[in-house]
């Protein structure tokens, strides 16, 4: 039924049950999975500075900075993935909304997984 799953993560407890699903349909269809973040609004003028999306602070964007934040993802998620090998994890910086629809576009996916956002500046975001 599904094969190219994309599961969208923030890598808070939001989403862990949509993680759980994630691995899970993607063992049952025998689909390839890919997990992607998108950690930080970028600035609106030149330069590597940008506004994360977990803090709320301005911050320097390098390849440090990415390489922790998809290592965070990663660790987030072992415990999730219920025995089933880690699938690559996609780290960017973006408006959500484009780049999850980028990515899916880009792998072809069959199948969008995510949990709801975590914005501290939105009071309507649940924690559970």
């Known amino acids: 039924m599904f094969t190219n799953i994309l599961f969208a993560t923030t890598a808070s407890s ?20 890919t997990l992607f973040h998108v950690c930080a609004e970028p600035s609106r003028g030149a ?6 999306y ?10 440090e900075f ?9 660790r987030s998620h072992v415990p999730l993935a219920g025995g089933f090998p880690m699938p690559p994890v996609e780290v960017l910086v973006g408006i959500p909304s484009v780049e999850i629809l980028r ?15 975590t914005r501290p500046d939105d009071p309507s975001a649940k924690q559970f």
């Open 54 to 63: 977990a803090s709320g602070e301005e911050i320097f964007a390098g390849q």
């Open 103 to 117: 990515k899916a576009r880009d792998i072809t996916a069959d199948c969008i997984i995510m949990g709801n956002h």
């Open 14 to 33: 939001n989403c862990k049950i949509a993680a759980k699903a994630a691995f899970e349909l993607a063992h049952k269809y025998d689909a390839r999975l």
């Open 47 to 52: 330069g590597q500075l940008v506004k994360s």
């Open 66 to 74: 990415l390489e922790a934040e998809s290592e965070r993802i990663r």
